[in-house]
């Protein structure tokens, strides 16, 4: 009897220690939303790929919403992860799922919208505009919309922004087209093309892509909107209150409106004849030396795009140009400069392209290596414009009067004051003659490589996939 007690005592023993254990794990609360990011060590984002959220360029994955998001798991000290959606309905669904910890891709909030998702407060405001082709009545009241067609993003606030004006009976006569999955891209072509009269699309999406489309323009705007990232509806809202903290924090110190600077600022500048002569450049000109340019890109490290834009803005692919003060060729090579880098003719395209994409780099390799990129690859092309020193001296500057010398936003803001004595006099290298030039030199190459960035992935300009091919 005794023998058989102990042995029921044995089979007992684990069993109590397995139910011990379960209750513990029972009573154990289940990890947060945040805490389930920190502990994988990743912080998960859906995304569209499109100028305005997340692209890639010579330096990797960027784009505003990347580089807002990419903050935010730093912050947390998580990785960043980013998936893909092909229509917004998709992206909504991997949202309410779970499948990903949050939606930054540029949406605006709605009153549709917040049945679905939780909203951060928003962090940016936009316009919805008509676009229009030029040449053609410019809509200025919602009347000029009718007995016209529309063509909007399917599931998109600009849909649900027409479908409320048609049943207020604002714009009865309006035929309005939706697209599943349409890019910003495909809905201006559409109209460029002459499929439909107008598209509605939001103001930074058009900023950003209107050097492809010069032939149109922005007519009335029928609302604003702001845009914010997008969490789960459920119950568990940790990770959505530290997301508002770190964007609370971004407006306040400046991040955002830095961001805003670096992906619009120099859009901003916009010229319909310049974007004229680029498209029509590209397509005429650069064929002629994309393939020195690649293998210049190459030999440096840079992207091609870069050493392209960089020698437009220098001879808008002329190799016979001059400047007033002798600089001559391609990409414009001082004498000094040409003798420095081994060039016996500054006319020739091809010793020019090699030799000035060389030079960037070894301006860039003085550039400390601390600075992140693309501020180090920025002021390397300054550099280029109106020497190294006086970008050194502008760094210098910027760190005494107390901001950050190693962001090209910041010291683009000193190279101005080095032509004033107060300033210069106090500079190793003196007086910057050309200071204010460089800042905008610089913001005309950022823009002439954006838009060969977007032109390569674009359905509309073929010619220029061709040209850049």
Aim: aromatic letters at 8%; proline letters at 4%; one cysteine or more.
């Amino acid at each position: 009897m005794k023998m058989m007690l102990r042995r029921i005592s044995y089979l007992f023993t684990p069993i109590m220690l397995l139910c011990a254990v379960g209750l513990v794990m029972a009573m154990r609360p289940e990890p947060s939303g945040l805490e389930r990011v920190l502990e994988r060590g990743t912080l998960t984002i859906v995304t569209r790929s499109a100028p305005t959220a997340y692209y890639r360029d010579q330096h990797g994955s960027t784009g505003l919403e990347y580089e807002l998001a990419r903050g935010f798991a730093r912050q947390l000290g998580v990785k960043l992860e980013v998936r893909h959606a092909d229509s917004l309905n998709e992206l909504f669904r991997m949202v309410e799922r779970g499948r990903v910890d949050l939606a930054a891709a540029g949406l605006s909030v709605t009153d549709q919208r917040r049945q679905r998702l939780r909203f951060s407060t928003p962090y940016m405001s936009v316009t919805e505009q008509v676009i229009y082709r030029r040449g053609e009545h410019r809509p200025r009241k919602l009347a000029d919309l009718e007995d016209s067609t529309m063509v909007v993003l399917a599931g998109s606030s600009h849909e649900e922004r027409l479908t409320t004006l048609k049943e207020e009976g604002a714009i009865p006569g309006l035929q309005i087209s939706t697209i599943e999955g349409a890019t910003s891209e495909r809905l201006l072509m559409l109209v460029e093309e002459g499929e439909y009269d107008y598209t509605l699309v939001d103001s930074n999406d058009f900023l950003v892509q209107r050097a492809l489309f010069p032939e149109l323009g922005a007519g009335l705007e029928l609302g604003d909107g702001h845009l914010a990232w997008a969490f789960s509806p459920g119950t568990d809202h940790s990770l959505y209150r530290a997301a508002q903290r770190y964007l609370t924090g971004a407006r306040t110190n400046g991040r955002i409106a830095e961001l805003r600077q670096r992906f619009y600022g120099e859009k901003e500048q916009f010229n319909l004849y310049s974007a004229r002569y680029f498209i029509r450049h590209i397509e005429t000109r650069l064929p002629e030396y994309a393939d020195e340019f690649r293998k210049a890109g190459e030999e440096t490290g840079f992207d091609w795009r870069l050493l392209a834009a960089l020698g437009y803005q220098e001879s808008l692919w002329d190799p016979a140009a001059v400047s007033p003060t002798g600089v001559r060729g391609l990409m414009m090579l001082t004498r000094r400069t040409a003798r420095e880098m081994g060039v016996d003719d500054r006319t020739d395209p091809i010793e020019s392209i090699h030799a000035g994409a060389a030079y960037l780099r070894k301006l860039h390799d003085r550039i400390p290596e601390r600075i992140d990129e693309p501020d180090r690859t920025w002021m390397a092309v300054a550099a280029y414009n109106v020497g190294i020193g006086h970008v050194e001296d502008a760094r210098i500057l910027t760190q005494r009067q107390g901001d950050d010398p190693d962001s090209w936003a910041q010291v683009r803001q000193r190279l101005p004051l080095l032509r004033q004595p107060e300033y210069y006099q106090q500079a190793r290298r003196g007086y910057a003659r050309g200071g204010g030039q460089a800042v905008i030199y610089v913001r005309h190459i950022q823009r002439y490589y954006n838009t060969m960035v977007w032109a390569a992935n674009s359905e509309k300009h073929q010619p220029l996939q061709l040209a850049m091919k």
